[in-house]
C-alpha cells in the first residue's frame, strides 16, 4: 500500500508513471532460466567492459600527450590520484573485452546461433571481433613504452610491405613518420575511431539482438532453427525482474576489472605481457633486456606472431611479380582465412539443426579454432621470433586437427545411433575439456621435451615434468569420460537449489553491508598515489559485495 | 506482483531493499572519489618562470670570476623546479680562456620542425662565456655524470679524439647523444632527436652575480612541461652543487 502511494506521488509530481516507462522501452521481456547463470549473457557483459573502456578511457585522455606519450603516461601513473588504477583497470578491462568476444562467438557457435533468424547479427559480430582487436592493438602502442613501440612498429612494417598500397595504408593508419607527434596521434585517432565504430556497431547488434531475443536453451527450441522466444504473458516484467540481474551482472563483471589488476599490480615480477603497468622507455638500457622484454605482441596477438615465424623473410608467390613480406602472409592466412570462416559459416551451414553433435564438423571446427588459439599463441610465448619450417608448422597443426574432425564424426555417429543418451551432457562436457587438454598437453611435452633433449635445464626439466603429468591426467580423464559414455545408467543429476531462509539472506546482506562499509571506510583515504592499488581491491571487493547483496535480494523476493 | 513474493515479510523486505541501495551506494561513492580526485588538475608546479639568483655551495651569491672555465667537475643548479638538474659551464677555449659567445646565435631545430634562437653567454664584456642546458639527455633521460662537458681538446670516449673536439662538447655516455654547448646545445650527434632546453641568465656588472630567469627550446625530458610536474624551490635562490 505504501508502495502504491508512493508511485502516486511521483506520477502526481512528474506527470508520469516511471514504472510504466521502464517496461515501455524496447528491451524484451525473457524466460526465468535465463536468469539463473551467466551464459545467456555474455554479450551483456561484453557491453559493460565496453561502458567501462569509453569511461576510463576518455578520464585518461585528459592527460594523454601525443608528442609525449610515454612521458606523459608516466606522469599520469606518478602523480595524478587514481592515475595508474585507472590506466591498468583500462588495460584489464580491454582483455576481459577481448576474452569475453571470444567466450561469446565460441558459446554462440558451438549452439548454432549463427543460423536463421539470427545470421546478420552474427555478421555484425565476427565484424566486431575484428574491430575489438584492432582497438586493443592502437590502445596497447599508445603510452609509447617498448611493448607497445614493438607492436606499433610491427604493424608499421607490415603496412607498409603491403603490395602497391602499402605507403598509402601506412599513412593513413601511422602518419608520415616524422615524429613523435604524428605516430602517436594518428594511433590516439584511431583508437577513438575504432571505439566509435565498435559503439556504432554495436548498437546495430543490440537491437538485433532485442528483436531476436535471446536463444532459448536446446530443450526449449528442439535443437531446431528458427529459436525463437515468444513473449507470453507467462513471462515476468523486464522492470524490476531483469533490471535487478543487469545490475547484479553490471557489479560483478566491473567489480572484477577493477579487482583482478589491482591484485595484479601488488604481485612482484609479473611477466611483461600481464603486467598491467607499461613497460619501460623503448630507448632505456632496460627495454634492451630480451629476457624482461622479448619482442612480443599483445597476448591476444601471440597466434598470429608465431605464424609469422613460418613465412620468414619475404617470399615470391607468383612468379614475375616482387615477392611478398612473410608477415603479410601469415596475417592473410592465420588470422584472414578464421576470420573469413565466421564470416561465411551462416552460409556454409544452413540446415536446420542446432545440436552440436548433429553439425559435426562444424562442431570440430570450432573445438580445433580454440585449440589452434591456444596452440600458436602458447608456441609464441615460449619461443618468440624463432622460425619454423612450414611443413613441421603444418604438421603441428593438421595433427589436431585430424583427432578432432574424426572424433567429432565418431562422437555424432554414436549420438545419431542413439548410443548417447542426451542426458549424458556432463559427460561429454568433460569428456571434451579433457580432449582438448590432452591435445594442448602432448604438444607441450613434445616442445619442451624437445628442448630439454637438444639442452638440459632445470628450467627445462621441471616444464617437461609438468607438461608430462598434466597429460597423463588428460588422457586418464579422456579414457575415464569416454567408457562412462558406454555406462548404461548415469544417476541423473537433482538440479541443485540454494534456498536460503528470508531470515538467513537479511543478516547475511546486513553483515555484507558491514564489512563493505569497513573496506570503504579503510581504503577510501589510502594516498591516492601510492595506494591506489589496495584502494583497487577494496572497491573491486565492495563492488562484489553489492553485486552479492543483489544476488540474495532476487533469491528471496523474486524467487529466481 | 507476480506470485511467490506476498509471503515475503514487508520490514524485511524493505530493509533488503535499503541493503541493497546502501551496498551500491558504497561501491559508487569510492568510484566517485577516484574518479573525481584523478579529474582534477594537479596544481603542482609555477604558472610563469621564477627568477632565481644562484648560490654557490656556501650559500653565498656565485661570482662569475669563481666559475672556473672548463671544469673538470660538474656544476649544476636546480631550475626551474626542484629536482630538475640544470648544467652551468663556463666555456672556454682550448688554451683555457673564456669563450665569448657574442656571435649572433644560429637557429637551433627541434624535432617538431620548428626553430628557436639561444641567446649568448652571459659575463662580462668581452667574456660572455657563461651557459645554462638543462642536464636530462633529450634521448632517453640520463643524467649526470653519464651526459657532462668535454672541454675542447679533450677527447669524447669512442666518439671524438681531442683534436675532432675543437669547441666544447656535452656528450651522453648512454647512448651517444652530443650536443653544442656554444651553439645552443644543438644536436651535433643522434640518436636525440632534440638540442637540450636552454636556460636564460641575466649577468649583474655591477655585483658579477649570476641569475636564471627563463627557459625556452623543448621541454625538459621526462616531464609534461617544464613547469609543472614538480613542486617549486622552497627558497628564493638556486644553490649549486659539484660532482666530481
Known amino acids: ?442 604438444f607441450a611435452l613434445a616442445l619442451n621435451f624437445a628442448s630439454f633433449m637438444t639442452y638440459s635445464s632445470v628450467g627445462n626439466m621441471i616444464n617437461s615434468l609438468a607438461a608430462g603429468i598434466a597429460t597423463s591426467f588428460a588422457a586418464i580423464g579422456v579414457a575415464r569420460t569416454s567408457s562412462m559414455n558406454n555406462i548404461e545408467k548415469i544417476v541423473p543429476r537433482k538440479p541443485t537449489v540454494y534456498h536460503i531462509s528470508e531470515q538467513s539472506a537479511t543478516i547475511l546482506s546486513a553483515i555484507l553491508l558491514v564489512i563493505s562499509v569497513a573496506i570503504m571506510f579503510l581504503v577510501i583515504n589510502l594516498n591516492p598515489i601510492s595506494g591506489q592499488m589496495v584502494f583497487g581491491v577494496g572497491i573491486g571487493v565492495d563492488f562484489i559485495i553489492a553485486g552479492v547483496i543483489i544476488r540474495l535480494y532476487r533469491q528471496v523476493a523474486y524467487n529466481e | 506482483m507476480d506470485g511467490g513474493e506476498e509471503s515475503f515479510d514487508k520490514g524485511r523486505r524493505n530493509f533488503l531493499k535499503i541493503v541493497m541501495v546502501a551496498s551500491v551506494g558504497v561501491a559508487a561513492i569510492g568510484m566517485m572519489k577516484g574518479g573525481i580526485s584523478e579529474m582534477i588538475a594537479p596544481t603542482l608546479g609555477l604558472t610563469s618562470f621564477p627568477s632565481l639568483t644562484i648560490y654557490d655551495t656556501t650559500g653565498k651569491p656565485l661570482l662569475y670570476e669563481n666559475l672556473q672555465v672548463n671544469s673538470s667537475s660538474i656544476v649544476l643548479f636546480e631550475y626551474p623546479l626542484s629536482g630538475d638538474p640544470t648544467f652551468l659551464i663556463n666555456l672556454g677555449d682550448t688554451s683555457g680562456k673564456p669563450l665569448d659567445i657574442t656571435v649572433p646565435p644560429k637557429p637551433v631545430s627541434i624535432e617538431l620542425g620548428t626553430t628557436y634562437t639561444y641567446p649568448t653567454g652571459v659575463g662580462p664584456t668581452g667574456s660572455q662565456s657563461v651557459v645554462a642546458f638543462s642536464a636530462i639527455c633529450q634521448h632517453a633521460g640520463c643524467v649526470p655524470p653519464s651526459i657532462h662537458y668535454y672541454p675542447p681538446g679533450t677527447p669524447v670516449p669512442g666518439y671524438y679524439s681531442g683534436s675532432v673536439n675543437t669547441v666544447g662538447l656535452i656528450h651522453c655516455s648512454c647512448h651517444g647523444s652530443t650536443y653544442e654547448p656554444a651553439n645552443g646545445a644543438a644536436v651535433k650527434n643522434g640518436p636525440t632527436q632534440n638540442p637540450l632546453p636552454g636556460v636564460f641568465l641575466k649577468y649583474d656588472s655591477s655585483t658579477h652575480q649570476l641569475t636564471a630567469y627563463k627557459m625556452t627550446g623543448p621541454v625538459i625530458f621526462g616531464k609534461p612541461s617544464d613547469l609543472t610536474g614538480g613542486s617549486p624551490l622552497s627558497t628564493p635562490y638556486t644553490k649549486i652543487s659539484i660532482i666530481g
Not at chain 1, 630480451?290 to 605482441?297: N, S
Not at chain 1, 620468414?312 to 582465412?337: H, M, N
Not at chain 1, 570462416?341 to 571446427?365: C, E, G, N, Q
Open chain 1, 1 to 442: 500500500m505504501e508502495n502504491q502511494d508512493k508511485k502516486g506521488m511521483t506520477e502526481k509530481l512528474l506527470g508520469i508513471n516511471p514504472v510504466s516507462l521502464l517496461n515501455e522501452m524496447p528491451v524484451k521481456k525473457n524466460p526465468t532460466y535465463m536468469r539463473k547463470g551467466f551464459l545467456y549473457w555474455t554479450g551483456a557483459m561484453i557491453m559493460v567492459a565496453f561502458v567501462y573502456q569509453i569511461v576510463t578511457g576518455l578520464m585518461l585522455l585528459l592527460y594523454y600527450n601525443p608528442a609525449h606519450p610515454y612521458t606523459s603516461t608516466e606522469y599520469l601513473i606518478n602523480n595524478i590520484p587514481y592515475g595508474a588504477l585507472i590506466n591498468a583497470t583500462h588495460l584489464y578491462g580491454a582483455f576481459a573485452m577481448v576474452v569475453l568476444v571470444y567466450v561469446h562467438l565460441f558459446r554462440n557457435y558451438f549452439v548454432g546461433a549463427y543460423k536463421r533468424p539470427r545470421q546478420l547479427q552474427w555478421l555484425t559480430g565476427v565484424i566486431l571481433l575484428a574491430l575489438t582487436i584492432g582497438v586493443c592493438f592502437f590502445g596497447y602502442s599508445m603510452p609509447g613504452d617498448i611493448l607497445g613501440y614493438d607492436a606499433s612498429q610491427v604493424g608499421m612494417g607490415m603496412a607498409f610491405n603491403t603490395p602497391i598500397i602499402g605507403t598509402s595504408i601506412a599513412t593513413i593508419l601511422f602518419g608520415n613518420a616524422a615524429n613523435t607527434a604524428s605516430l602517436y596521434s594518428r594511433l590516439l585517432g584511431w583508437h577513438i575511431i575504432l571505439a566509435l565504430l565498435i559503439g556504432m556497431l554495436f548498437g546495430l547488434h543490440f537491437f538485433m539482438a532485442e528483436s531476436n531475443n535471446i536463444m532459448p536453451s536446446g530443450k526449449e527450441s528442439k535443437h531446431r532453427a528458427p529459436a525463437i522466444v515468444k513473449e507470453d504473458s507467462t513471462m515476468k516484467a523486464w522492470y524490476p525482474y531483469n533490471m535487478a540481474f543487469m545490475i547484479q551482472l553490471s557489479l560483478f563483471v566491473v567489480g572484477f576489472i577493477i579487482l583482478i589488476p589491482s591484485i595484479v599490480a601488488l604481485i612482484p615480477n609479473v611477466p611483461s605481457l600481464f603486467s598491467p603497468f607499461p613497460g619501460p622507455w623503448r630507448h632505456s638500457p632496460l627495454a634492451e633486456n630480451a629476457i624482461l622484454y622479448p619482442d612480443y605482441p599483445p597476448w591476444f596477438l601471440l597466434f598470429v606472431y608465431k605464424a609469422v615465424d613460418f613465412f620468414p623473410g619475404f617470399i615470391s608467390i607468383i612468379p614475375g611479380f616482387p615477392p611478398i613480406y612473410g608477415g603479410l602472409i601469415a596475417t592473410a592466412v592465420f588470422g584472414g582465412i578464421p576470420l573469413v570462416y565466421f564470416l561465411l559459416v551462416p552460409f556454409i551451414d544452413r540446415s536446420d539443426d542446432l545440436h552440436p553433435l548433429k553439425r559435426p564438423i562444424i562442431t570440430a571446427l570450432g573445438i580445433y579454432f580454440i585449440i589452434y588459439l591456444v596452440i600458436l599463441s602458447v608456441w609464441g610465448a615460449m619461443t618468440p621470433g624463432v622460425a619454423v619450417p612450414l611443413q613441421y608448422a603444418v604438421a603441428v597443426l593438421l595433427v589436431p586437427l585430424v583427432i578432432v574432425v574424426l572424433g567429432m564424426l565418431l562422437i555424432s555417429k554414436l549420438y545419431r545411433d542413439g548410443k548417447l543418451d542426451i542426458t549424458y551432457d556432463r559427460v561429454m562436457t568433460s569428456y571434451f575439456i579433457f580432449l582438448v587438454l590432452l591435445i594442448v598437453g602432448v
